[in-house]
């Protein structure tokens, strides 16, 4: 019998989506346990299994593990299905490379500072704060003329198979050109435009899209 795969996650979190666009390319099913790491507390039970309180964590038999860099690597080893990794190296070292863009440099600007005052802040009865907005554009410019870039020189973000890279970088893109100015600035960089096409096309993409919250 094979082991269950549970995420724990939250359902708003590219974080939570990078892992299910993983599971879902990888062709694994999994079940979901809802974590809102915005809660203060966080559940001591979570806290047992994750220290630092944030998501999302996967849970694989009696395996657990968190850091999203550190589980979708697992996922593709740990299963059948399309390698997520590739072999040759200047393609490994490129998909290594736009993960931890993603990480330390896209994250913060795209997300949090412009989709999540632009998009969510109204939504939740909230007053965008511009001046977030204004510094998330400018840093977000720096992000997509690197990965324009990197897209260009074909060794990621090729448009023709689905990498970790893709996964890693797709749900913060997603939520970028949700914000009008996103959607726009992006239309700047063509081969990472062509690339966003591609991406949000595939079913690993759609149908791991997270929603928007309900309106309050």
Same mark, same amino acid.
């Given at each position: $019998?094979?082991?269950?795969?549970?995420?724990?996650?939250?359902?708003? @979190?590219?974080?939570? *989506?990078?892992?299910?666009?993983?599971?879902?390319?990888?062709?694994?099913?999994?079940?979901?346990?809802?974590?809102?790491?915005?809660?203060?507390?966080v559940?001591? @039970?979570?806290?047992? $299994?994750h220290? #630092?309180? /944030?998501?999302?964590?996967?849970?694989?038999?009696?395996?657990?593990?968190?850091?999203?860099? &550190?589980?979708?690597?697992?996922?593709?080893?740990?299963?059948?299905?399309?390698?997520?990794?590739?072999?040759?190296?200047?393609? &490994?070292?490129r998909?290594?490379?736009?993960? @931890?863009?993603?990480?330390?440099? =896209?994250?913060?600007?795209?997300?949090?500072?412009?989709a999540?005052?632009?998009? #969510?802040?109204?939504?939740?009865?909230r007053?965008?704060?511009?001046a =977030?907005?204004?510094?998330?554009?400018?840093?977000?410019?720096?992000?997509?003329? =690197?990965?324009?870039?990197? %897209?260009r020189?074909?060794?990621?973000?090729?448009?023709? *198979?689905?990498?970790? %890279?893709?996964?890693?970088?797709?749900?913060?893109?997603?939520?970028?050109?949700?914000?009008?100015?996103?959607?726009?600035?992006?239309?700047?960089?063509?081969?990472?435009? /062509?690339?966003?096409?591609?991406?949000?096309?595939?079913?690993?993409?759609?149908?791991?899209?997270?929603?928007?919250?309900?309106?309050?």
């Open positions: $019998m094979t082991d269950p795969v549970i995420v724990h996650g939250y359902r708003f @979190s590219v974080y939570n *989506q990078i892992v299910r666009m993983t599971l879902q390319q990888k062709g694994v099913a999994s079940t979901s346990v809802e974590v809102d790491p915005f809660t203060d507390p559940p001591e @039970s979570y806290l047992k $299994m220290p #630092f309180g /944030r998501v999302p964590l996967l849970v694989h038999g009696d395996f657990q593990i968190y850091e999203t860099a &550190a589980i979708t690597p697992y996922i593709d080893a740990a299963f059948d299905g399309p390698p997520l990794v590739l072999a040759e190296a200047k393609k &490994a070292a998909m290594t490379q736009v993960i @931890s863009i993603v990480d330390n440099y =896209a994250y913060w600007p795209m997300v949090r500072q412009v999540s005052q632009r998009v #969510f802040a109204p939504l939740y009865g007053t965008p704060d511009e =977030a907005i204004a510094k998330g554009m400018e840093d977000s410019r720096v992000v997509l003329s =690197a990965l324009n870039k990197i %897209a020189d074909g060794f990621a973000l090729d448009s023709q *198979q689905i990498t970790l %890279a893709d996964c890693h970088l797709a749900p913060m893109i997603g939520y970028f050109v949700q914000a009008g100015e996103g959607k726009k600035e992006l239309g700047r960089y063509e081969v990472l435009s /062509r690339w966003w096409n591609w991406i949000s096309s595939k079913p690993t993409f759609r149908d791991t899209r997270p929603p928007l919250p309900d309106q309050h």
